[in-house]
Nanobody
């Protein structure tokens, strides 16, 4: 029932920043836990960040590889979840996917809804 569309990917030099956005359809966005995953060429998809459902206070968690550099946020009024990516490294290069789940999870199999992905390329 939930459709997700990511945007904001692109090419950036190491040390630069990008802000990814994911817009969800429907009126139930606030009830979903949201997450970002990424998949680099030849590698498995991996967890990046998640943010809890709710209207007021949100709880976020991050993969160790991005902690301190990435920030996930959501705006329920706009049905949007964002990923601010700072201090980007070449190893951050991947297709980034937005996902929605009815429960908090770090595991991709727990997310029922996925966007199409947006490419992030970080050059040396």
């Amino acid at each position: 029932q939930v459709q997700l569309v990511e945007s904001g990917g692109g090419l950036v030099q190491a040390g630069g920043s990008l802000r990814l956005s994911c817009v969800a359809s429907g009126r139930t966005f606030r009830f979903y836990h949201m997450a970002w995953f990424r998949q680099a060429p030849g590698k498995e998809r991996e967890f990046v960040a998640t943010i809890s459902s709710g209207d007021r206070t949100y709880y976020a968690d991050y993969a160790d590889s991005v902690k301190g550099r990435f920030t996930i946020s959501r705006d329920n009024a706009k049905n949007t979840v964002n990923l601010q990516m700072n201090s980007l490294k070449p190893e951050d290069t991947a297709v980034y996917y937005c996902a929605a789940s009815t429960s908090a999870s770090y595991t991709e199999t727990d997310y029922a809804y996925w966007g199409q992905g947006t490419q992030v390329t970080v050059s040396s």
